[in-house]
């Protein structure tokens, strides 16, 4: 196997001339080579990782919101005022350099949901789509979970709002 990898023969290369060979190689290394090519650098800014992971960690099954209560009422209110909508990234952190990034996650999880389980998930999930979307090698996803979505409490203060104490 090493000696097709080392060899410069033009024949013995798969490659056509629309794909440079990096693109062909499997693995991190020949994605990271397209970030830093001969013919120029891909730079990926910190909020298009932050968005990438947020969407990836929301779409994992037990995940109810991303980011702590302050957090979440802020983008509420945020989401009301402006059209700007959703704020994905909501909730997450990241680091990034020119070949990895690093994500922090906090996250409430629903009530009933095997809190290991759903975070080996959703760092699976992120870790997935950043590598997939971006080219980065993510070298970890660090996960927060700060609270437990029980719908029942929800449900309790709608009643309250709707019916009135006292008649």
């Not at 023969?9 to 190689?25: C, G, I, Q, V």
């Not at 945020?78 to 990034?96: F, L, P, W, Y």
Request: aromatic share 2%; glycine share 8%; proline share 5%.
């Amino acid at each position: 196997m090493s000696e097709s990898l080392t060899s410069s023969s033009p024949m013995s290369s798969p490659t056509s001339p629309s794909r440079p060979p990096s693109a062909m190689s499997p693995g991190k290394s020949g994605v990271e080579k397209d970030l830093v090519t001969s013919q120029g650098k891909t730079t990926i800014a910190d909020p298009v990782v932050s968005k990438i992971a947020g969407i990836a960690a929301r779409e994992v099954s037990g995940v109810h919101a991303l980011g702590g209560g302050a957090a979440r009422a802020v983008g509420a209110l945020r989401e009301r005022i402006s059209a700007v909508g959703k704020d994905h990234s909501q909730g997450v952190s990241v680091e990034v350099g020119e070949r990895q990034a690093a994500v922090d996650i906090q996250l409430t999880a629903e009530y009933g949901v095997a809190i290991q389980d759903l975070a080996a998930s959703v760092r699976r999930n992120v870790i997935s789509s950043i590598e997939r979307m971006t080219g980065l090698e993510v070298s970890e996803v660090n996960i927060e979970v700060l609270d437990v979505y029980l719908e029942a409490e929800d449900s309790d203060d709608q009643d309250e709002d709707k019916s009135p104490r006292v008649q």
